[in-house]
């Protein structure tokens, strides 16, 4: 067997070193690296410099590797020189005791080489170092994955986030994968902490609808277990509201562990929009999907279907450009695909989410573009009015529809679950009005606000605010495709509910 012995002592075997160079070979091509490119290599003498080398010679691409001890001028001649596309090289190097700090000076060299389009960084040590648009990370996602890793992602298969986090993400990246096979309540609500406790997860991936969930039974079920291995927790599927997102960053994660919200849908593919929390100095908010994903760019548009400039502001979110991940069409239905997606906003993918992007230039997703409603004149996403109601101790989960109101045009009806033990219903109901009133504003406060035991939900945990709307509207003998409800009963539930809520309005009136 043929082997690399390197005199730090780790060796690589000849199946390992065409695993890295063929995935080497593919991010360069993915890059736009090509046949006759030039490619300059400022590493020192390591398994990855071997197979940087080979993954350019995998694709023809040329190499010039440069002496990592030279300095950025003389780095930076060779690179003119010889016209390179590329460069490859280290966060930093580690030489006779020294760290030598190699991006450093790959940065200084390409200030004077407009012909350099990427910069692809490869991990030596554990310090961040500077990254900008141009850097390509070898080694970081947005889970901060290394390798030996436990990537326990708790999505089913059957949708997305189960496709790339669970099956193709990891195999794609030699990583090991947790298959979970169960419920986060069965047969008790520790399921999941005793799962990352038995397997040592190390990135715990899940859904802000299970969260919430469990943060309903209370903090001894996460407490029971060791979460010692967890690094990183992210979120997908919904916006988080604030308080599921400090439950699951202070108790789930001891307030130790970087909890990522990552935006992305079915049609992208992967991760779009999410913080990049192993860059340096890259800060993580709470409840913010933050950054673009390298090739993402992202654009909000107005009303007039003209893109929204500066910070601050709020519009629809488009995509402005392709990326690897886009969906190519609607299998057999082309003229769907463009209809859906690039008809509204022409040259531009829609999402059909509405974002606002901070004074700093982050992105906060509000929710799907029809969870918006116009009360008075005022338009505000449904998610919220639902963000400040959550914060409630006694309230869970919360759902708004908007309903035709006579005097303001629209009004909101809010669904809440209440935790198990509530018992001043009508006290939480006062107190969930004002706390509106407080963090939005008057108009925001909902008319009607109704408990029921569950809210109706999709099999992949997204609450179904178009069947309440139904119900709201007195159209629930219609409530039009529910074939991926989770549960039909709670539907009937929550029916029931209204229907009686309705009675005894009209008997108070
Ligand atoms: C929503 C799931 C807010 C959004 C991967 C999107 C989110 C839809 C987030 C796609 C998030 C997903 N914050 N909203 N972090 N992630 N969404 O196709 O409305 O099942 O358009 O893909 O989920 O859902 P899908």
């Known amino acids: 067997m043929v082997e690399y012995i390197c005199s730090r002592g780790s060796s ?137 890793d436990v990537f326990g992602c708790v999505a089913d298969i059957g949708w997305i986030t189960g496709h790339s986090y669970v099956v193709y993400g990891p195999l794609c990246n030699g990583g090991t994968s947790v298959l979970f096979e169960s419920t986060p309540l069965y047969p008790d609500p520790g399921r999941y902490w005793e799962t990352v406790q038995r397997l040592k997860i190390n990135q715990f991936y899940g859904a802000p609808t299970a969260i919430r969930l469990l943060l309903k039974y209370g903090d001894k079920w996460v407490k029971t277990y060791d979460r010692s291995s967890l690094k990183t927790l992210g979120s997908v599927g919904e916006p988080i509201n604030h308080e599921a997102w400090q439950w699951f960053y202070r108790v789930v994660g001891d307030s130790r562990c970087t909890l990522v919200d990552t935006w992305w849908q079915t049609e992208t593919g992967g991760v779009c929009i999410a913080p990049r929390p192993s860059e340096e100095g890259a800060e993580v908010i709470p409840a913010m999907a933050m950054r673009p994903f390298f090739g993402i760019v992202p654009a909000l548009m107005d009303e007039n279907g003209k893109v929204i400039e500066g910070n601050d502001v709020s519009g629809a979110l488009c995509i402005a450009q ?56 005022h338009r505000l996403g449904t998610a919220e009015i639902e963000d400040a109601m959550d914060e409630h101790p006694a309230v869970p989960e919360t759902a708004v529809v908007g309903y035709p109101h006579e005097i303001k045009g629209e009004g909101a ?32 406060v909902p008319d009607h606000v109704l408990v029921v035991k569950r809210l109706p939900k999709t099999r992949s945990g997204k609450i179904m605010r178009r069947v309440l709307k139904k119900i709201v509207t007195n159209q629930s003998s219609d409530l039009g495709d529910i074939t991926t409800l989770d549960d039909p009963i709670i539907v009937a539930e929550i029916v029931d509910a209204y229907e009686k809520y309705k009675t005894e309005q009209s008997a108070s009136s």
């Open 12 to 148: 690589l075997r000849l199946r390992e070193l065409l695993d890295t160079t063929c995935r080497l070979a593919n991010t360069l091509k993915k890059y736009g690296i090509h046949k006759g490119d030039r490619v300059a290599i400022y590493m020192p003498v390591t398994p990855l410099a071997v197979a940087a080398m080979l993954a350019c010679a995998r694709i023809g691409a040329i190499h010039t590797v440069v002496f990592a001890g030279f300095s950025a001028e003389s780095l930076a001649g060779r690179i003119i020189d010889s016209g390179c596309k590329a460069v490859i090289t280290y966060n930093q190097g580690v030489r006779g005791g020294r760290v030598v700090e190699l991006k450093k000076t790959v940065d200084e060299a390409v200030k004077n080489c407009p012909g350099v389009k990427h910069v692809f960084v490869a991990q030596r040590t554990d310090n961040k170092v500077h990254m900008d648009d141009r850097d390509i990370p070898l080694e970081e996602h947005v889970f901060d994955y290394q390798q030996g």
């Open 413 to 444: 009806f809010a669904f809440i679950v209440l935790k198990e033990d509530t018992v001043q219903t009508e006290n939480v109901k006062e107190e969930l009005k004002s706390i509106v009133a407080s963090k939005i504003a008057k108009y925001a």
């Open 322 to 377: 392709p990326w690897p991940g886009l969906a190519r069409t609607i299998y057999g239905d082309d003229q769907r695909f463009i209809d859906a997606y690039f008809k509204k906003y022409p040259g531009y993918y829609f999402t059909g989410d509405g974002a606002y992007r901070s004074p700093e230039g982050y992105y906060q997703i509000t929710g799907r573009m029809d969870d918006v409603i116009n009360i008075s004149g």
